[in-house]
């Protein structure tokens, strides 16, 4: 279905609804943040009842967003219609049951390829950057509001869904967009600030941990881990530390980078990323998550060599039915 037939149905609702909840996926970051209160802003300017739902504590380099003193954990609402943003399932928003069984209308906007299409509406564009690149088209295609608050929302969820337009998703498109916010004011020096240039300095000590005992996997699988008893020890966030998953990855042997992260005591987040054309999506898929070519997560339960011991077994799968690795 073409992204115009859902974009005028999003439009009919959204006039016959006033009061509008909107959410995205646990585990926030920057598109999923981005896109929450660049449209929650929008529409609040546009003149609609909004209610940004977020459970989760937002990362520190995310908190320079604006709008996000409007965001709440209340989610036992009664609203006319609500927006789900950069989420592939309808598990991973949390328990919404309530909102979102109660709502007329239930708008799905998202990009990632394992999308569910679990809305009345859905505008899913698997080739899209972000979400935040589909949230302009939207506010673009229907003349909502925008100003630089919104623009800088929507330009940092482009710019982490990109790896700073690293990621081959970036398109001629996806940097026409970017510039066009600049021009609406998006602030690109605080962005890159906040964003990339505010580490911790105890987080950048666990990193060189972490990274100095990173498995190397048949030469070309750089495979890390954090443990809880780590992260308390340095007192950071696993947030504090997402970044660690490129550094091996951006060297010339590997093509990919494992991040396992400890959730609880047989809960892991598995992350994935790679470069070109290995599709750690595939192999997030096979272990049961999703995500996107070049960056994937999944969550696995057991213990840890358990997880490592089935990582590597999926990996090396990959490697022979694509003749690669
Ligand atoms: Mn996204």
């Not at 927006?83 to 799905?108: M, S, T, W």
């Not at 020096?189 to 190397?216: G, H, M, P, R, W």
């Amino acid at each position: 279905m073409s992204i115009d037939v859902e974009l005028n149905k999003f439009r009919e609702q959204l006039n016959n609804s006033n009061s509008i909840a909107l959410i995205s996926h646990l585990d926030p970051d920057g598109d999923n943040l981005g896109s929450l209160t660049a449209l929650s802003n929008s529409l609040f300017r546009y003149g609609k009842e909004v209610f940004p739902i977020e459970f989760d504590k937002i990362p520190d380099n995310l908190k320079f967003l604006p709008f996000l003193d409007n965001l709440s954990d209340n989610a036992n609402i009664k609203v006319d219609m609500i927006i789900c943003l950069d989420c592939a399932n309808y598990e991973r928003l949390g328990k919404i049951d309530y909102v979102f069984d109660n709502a007329n209308i239930r708008v799905n906007i998202d990009h990632h390829m394992s999308n569910e299409f679990y809305g009345d509406i859905n505008i899913v564009k698997k080739g899209y950057s972000s979400t935040c690149e589909l949230v302009f088209d939207i506010i673009d295609g229907l003349n909502l509001p925008i100003d630089q608050q919104i623009a800088t929302s929507l330009l940092t969820g482009i710019s982490t869904d990109t790896g700073r337009f690293l990621y081959s998703a970036t398109t001629k498109d996806t940097l026409e967009k970017s510039s066009k916010l600049m021009g609406y004011g998006a602030d690109m020096l605080q962005i890159n600030n906040s964003v990339y240039q505010s580490k911790k300095f105890d987080a950048q000590l666990l990193e060189n941990e972490i990274l100095s005992s990173t498995e190397i996997h048949r030469e070309k699988i750089a495979i890390s881990s954090v443990s809880l008893e780590q992260l308390e020890k340095y007192n950071v966030e696993t947030s504090d530390i997402d970044g660690v998953i490129n550094i091996f990855r951006d060297t010339d042997k590997i093509d990919i980078s494992v991040f396992i992260k400890e959730k609880s005591n047989d809960e892991f987040k598995v992350s994935l990323r790679s470069k070109g054309n290995i599709n750690v999506g595939e192999i997030a898929r096979a272990l049961g998550g999703g995500g996107h070519k070049n960056a994937a997560a999944t969550k696995l339960f057991g213990d840890y060599s358990s997880v490592l011991k089935k990582v590597k077994e999926e990996i090396d799968n990959y490697g022979l039915r694509n003749k690669c690795i």
